[in-house]
């Protein structure tokens, strides 16, 4: 199975620049795709396909990469993007999920 | 608009079946694959299981032993059976339409939890 390795938790104030890595154990083109989940909700798509924004999510939110090494941003924070933030492979069967980026406030 | 709702019991024996459905809206199952990915507490999403919109399915291979998923068309239902269950199965199952190659529309989710 393919497995995706995310940062661990990150502490970010509001107004700040912050960047999550996912790094894939083999090569997921570009069929990478990152997910934002609040407590007590479903997951909610970000960014698909690597670097492409979702309908009707910020500008603030952004994604890059390609292969294995794969990178997603929120510049600037907001209050409300702390929440878990989870990268998912579809190139490879079985689907696979990073364990998760936890982003806390300072 | 693009609606999923899972249904089905929270509360399962050691050793019995799950049964849950997903019931979807606004889109066709033929035009569409559903899948299924569970969240135990606490803890990161997994994949379950898929089935396209020909009618084939994928199983995540951990626990295709255990696992079938079936629809009917005419309802706009998605279908997970899971035998043998075990504690380690208690999580939020969500289902989730896939398009092209990535879920965009996602339910709420319910929660089953294994035990006696």
């Known amino acids: 199975d393919t497995v995706l390795t995310q940062s661990p938790a990150l502490a970010v104030s509001p107004g700040e620049r912050v960047t999550i890595s996912c790094r894939a154990s083999?090569?997921?083109?570009?069929?990478m795709h990152w997910y934002q989940q609040k407590p007590g909700q479903q997951p909610k798509l970000l960014i698909y396909?690597?670097?492409n924004l979702a309908s009707g999510v910020p500008a603030r939110f952004s994604g890059s990469g390609s292969g294995t090494d794969f990178t997603f941003t929120i510049d600037p924070v907001e209050a409300d993007d702390i929440a878990t933030y989870y990268c998912?492979?579809?190139?490879?069967?079985?689907?696979?999920f990073g364990a998760g980026t936890k982003l806390e406030l300072k | 608009q693009v609606q999923l709702k899972e249904s089905g019991p929270g509360l399962v024996q050691p050793s019995q079946t799950l049964s849950l459905t997903c019931t979807v809206s606004?889109?066709?199952?033929?035009?569409?694959?559903v899948h299924w990915v569970r969240q135990p507490p606490g803890k990161g999403l997994e994949w379950v299981g898929a089935?396209?919109?020909?009618?084939?399915?994928d199983y995540n291979s951990a626990l295709k032993s255990r696992l079938s998923i079936s629809r009917d068309t005419s309802k706009s239902q998605v279908f997970l059976k899971m035998n043998s269950l075990q504690t380690e199965d208690t999580a939020i199952y969500f289902c989730?339409?896939?398009?092209?190659?990535?879920?965009?529309?996602w339910g709420q989710g319910v929660m089953v939890t294994v035990s006696s």
């Open positions: 989730t339409r896939m398009r092209l190659y990535y879920f965009d529309y």
């Open positions: 998912h492979q579809s190139w490879n069967s079985p689907y696979t």
């Open positions: 606004g889109f066709s199952l033929t035009s569409n694959s």
């Open positions: 089935i396209w919109s020909g009618g084939s399915t």
């Open positions: 083999e090569s997921v083109s570009t069929l």
């Open positions: 396909k690597a670097s």
